[in-house]
């Protein structure tokens, strides 16, 4: 069995001491990143549908960096929404990071509530591929 190593970016510490769980954990090169939600630094709620789906992505990019990967190893992502109907505006700043090519594989879930906070709209979770 590979070696697996939490992986806990600076200001998230409350997140795996309290809550219980790790924002990514790294086995080999393989990176599995934890749903984020759009949540600041002061583990505050940010107002506003495109500013909340911009901060999951600020935060989606801080795990996989203390995890030494990028937004450019995703292959695969799995996002979670209250309202489908955000899907277009998700796309616009999805867009806006993810440029890779080829694109990642993407499933996006309806869900009634998150729960990561009452209010949040979006949950981004991702696994990547570090490259060698």
Known sequence: MQKREAIVPA???AVYEKIGYA???KVGDTLYVSGQIGRDAA?????????QIVQ??????????????SL???????????????LP????????????????????????????????IVEIKAVAVLQR
């Open 72 to 86: 450019d190893d995703v292959v695969d992502l799995t996002t979670f929404h209250t309202d489908m109907r955000d």
């Open 23 to 25: 924002p990514a954990v």
């Open 43 to 51: 583990m505050q709620l940010v107002e506003g549908r495109e500013a």
């Open 89 to 120: 505006l998700f796309m616009q700043v999805r867009d806006r990071y993810l440029r890779a090519h080829p694109k990642p594989a993407w499933t996006a879930v309806g869900a009634h509530m998150l729960g990561g906070a009452p209010g949040s």
């Open 56 to 69: 999951a992505f600020e935060n989606l990019k801080r795990v996989l960096e203390a995890g030494g990967a």
């Open 11 to 13: 200001g998230m510490e």
